[in-house]
């Protein structure tokens, strides 16, 4: 039989274990709390053993991260930033499917270190359009068949795109003819073909994408290989 005293004691005992396991909760859940909090008004992560903390200027967007050294850009991309519109399909430097812009040239992002891209302007694939309205390259992509699978084809878009610019500014191919002047009007099919060379397409939709950027530079038929097709298949054109 339990004395009043008891019930007092049992009482207390209760109180001080719930007391504790409140005080314990609080304990653990207080730190978490405050990093959640700190994080939010920080957008720093702290860097890790090993990390570093970066910067980057992705689609006019600053981000903030901790990272390692030796990530590329297109880890950090894909992995970090959740824009898996660049892809991986060598990650050696041979294929061109990770090419994006920056500071408006392409780079292959398997080989470039994310943290040495601090303080540049990068585009993806995920920049080039403007809210619903697509880039000029990217419309032409669609009405010229530039694309079966598409897992090349973000990168054939970002190339293409700084090809256009690259011709704008009177850079010089391989088989350019005349040197002094580039002239979008009087690209070749063998030239673009020549300055897409850094990009790769398993399905061979080559045809498509020559007439995607045909069309992009103004000029009409969009490619002879085409048009070709067209006629054999006695669509009119
Ligand atoms: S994934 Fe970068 S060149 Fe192939
Ligand atoms: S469309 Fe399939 S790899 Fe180019």
Redesign the pocket.
């Known amino acids: 039989m339990h004395s009043p005293e008891d019930g007092k004691k049992h009482k207390t005992r209760r109180n001080f274990l719930g007391q504790a396991l409140t005080a314990a909760g609080t304990a653990i859940a207080a730190p978490s709390l405050l990093n959640q909090a700190t994080a939010a008004q920080t957008e720093k992560p702290a860097p890790g053993q090993g990390e570093l903390s970066v910067s980057l200027n992705i689609n006019g967007k600053q981000q903030t991260l901790a990272i390692e050294p030796r990530v590329t850009l297109l880890d950090t991309l894909r992995e970090r930033l959740g824009l898996t519109g660049s892809k991986k399909g060598c990650d050696h430097g041979q294929c061109g499917a990770c090419t994006v812009l920056v500071d408006g040239q392409r780079i292959y992002s398997c080989l470039a270190l994310a943290v040495m891209q601090e303080g540049k302007q990068i585009v993806t694939v995920e920049g080039l359009a403007k809210g619903d309205v697509l880039h000029p390259v990217q419309t032409a992509f669609i009405e010229n068949d530039g ?7 973000p990168g054939q878009i970002c190339a293409s795109v700084a090809l256009l610019d690259e011709v704008k500014r009177g850079c010089a191919s391989a088989v350019t003819v005349d040197l002094t002047k580039p002239q979008l009007m009087n690209l070749s099919e063998a030239e673009i073909k020549e300055r897409l060379s850094g990009n790769l ?3 061979s ?1 080559y045809n498509g994408i020559v007439a995607a950027v045909q069309q992009a530079t103004g000029q009409t038929p969009p490619s002879p290989a085409a048009a070709m097709l067209v006629r054999e298949a006695g669509v009119p054109a």
């Open positions: 694309l079966q699978c598409g897992y090349c084809t397409c398993r399905c939709a």
